[in-house]
C-alpha cells in the first residue's frame, strides 16, 4: 500500500517536471535567441581591434579602457548621463504616482472616468509620430497665439526656447506614458474582490485606506514590474528625441539611449562598432546588478496581499 502511494507520489513530480518543463522551453529559447544570439557578436566587439585595411583582427582590452573614459571624461557624455538619471527619476517618481491616481480614479468609476481613460490611452493607440507632430504644433505655435491673444505676451515655443525644451520633452513622455501602466493598473485593480472591500468600509476604511491598505497591496506584482522594468531601460530610453529632432537633437538634451543608437546609425565600419560595443557592455555591467537589487528591495520591503 505504501508503495502504491509512493509511485503515485513519484508520477505525480514527474508529471510536474514536466510540465513544468514544457513551459519553460519557450521563455528559455526566446531568451536565448533575442538576448544571446542577438548580442553575441556585439560582447566579442567589445575585444577585438579591428585593421580596417585588412579586415583582420587582434582580442584586446582597450576598447573596454577607451569607453570608461569616455564615460567619466567626455562632457557630451556627462551631459548624457544626466539627462538619462533626470528623465528616469522625473518619469519614475511623479508618472508612478500619478498612473495609480488616474487608475484608481478610473477604478472607481468616478465622474468622467471612462472620458478619462480614452484620452489616457489615446497616445498610445495613435502613431507616435503623428503625437509629436501634433504636440509639436501645439507647443510651437498654440501657446504662444494664445499668450499673445490673451494676455499680450509675446513668448517663443517651447521647443524653441533652449530654457524650456528639456521640460516639455520630458512632459510629452510623461503623458504619452500614461496609456499602457494606466491600463495595466486599471485592469489589476477590477479583479480586486469587491467583498473585501465593502467589509472594509463597513469597518469605516476611507477611500485613501482602501486605496493604500487594499488596492495598493492587490496591484503591488503589477506596479514592481513597472518599476524594474522602468531600470533596465534606463540606458535605453530616448524620450522620443529622434521622432523630435532626427538626428540632430542638441547635445544638451541627448540621453544615453538616444547617443548610442545615433552613433550605431551612423558608423562606418566595423572598427567603429568596437567602441560602441564596449559602451554597451560596460552600461550592461552597470543595469543589470542595478536592476537585480532593485528587484530585491521591491520584494523584500514592498507591501504584502495578507
Known sequence: MEQTKKKRVLRGKDKDLIFYTLMMIFP?????????????????????????M?????????????AFELFTKSPVLLSTAKNSLLAY?????????????????????????NAFRVILFLPSI???????????????????????QLFGVKMKGLLENPGSRYATIIFYNLWVGFGTSVLMYSNGMSGISQEMV????LDGATGLTEFWKI???????????????????????????????????PENLQTYGYYLYMKTKNAKSDSEYTLLAAMGLLLTVIVVPLTLGVKWALEKFGPKED
Open 198 to 201: 465593502e467589509s472594509a468600509h
Open 54 to 66: 585588412s579586415g583582420t583582427y587582434t582580442w584586446t582590452f582597450s576598447n573596454i579602457q577607451n
Open 89 to 113: 527619476v522625473v518619469l519614475t517618481f511623479l508618472g508612478t504616482p500619478l498612473g495609480l491616481i488616474f487608475s484608481y480614479y478610473i477604478y472607481k468609476k468616478l465622474p468622467m472616468s
Open 28 to 52: 528559455v529559447a526566446q531568451f536565448c535567441v533575442m538576448y544571446i544570439g542577438v548580442n553575441f557578436n556585439s560582447i566579442l566587439l567589445a575585444f577585438k581591434k579591428i585593421d580596417t
Open 215 to 249: 488596492t495598493l497591496p492587490m496591484i503591488y506584482p503589477t506596479l514592481s514590474t513597472f518599476l524594474i522594468t522602468g531600470i533596465a531601460g534606463l540606458f535605453t530610453n530616448q524620450i522620443a528625441l529622434y521622432s523630435f529632432y532626427g538626428g540632430g537633437a
Open 126 to 148: 495613435i502613431s507616435g509620430i503623428v503625437m509629436v507632430t501634433i504636440f509639436q504644433f501645439f507647443v510651437e505655435r498654440a501657446i504662444p497665439a494664445f499668450a499673445s
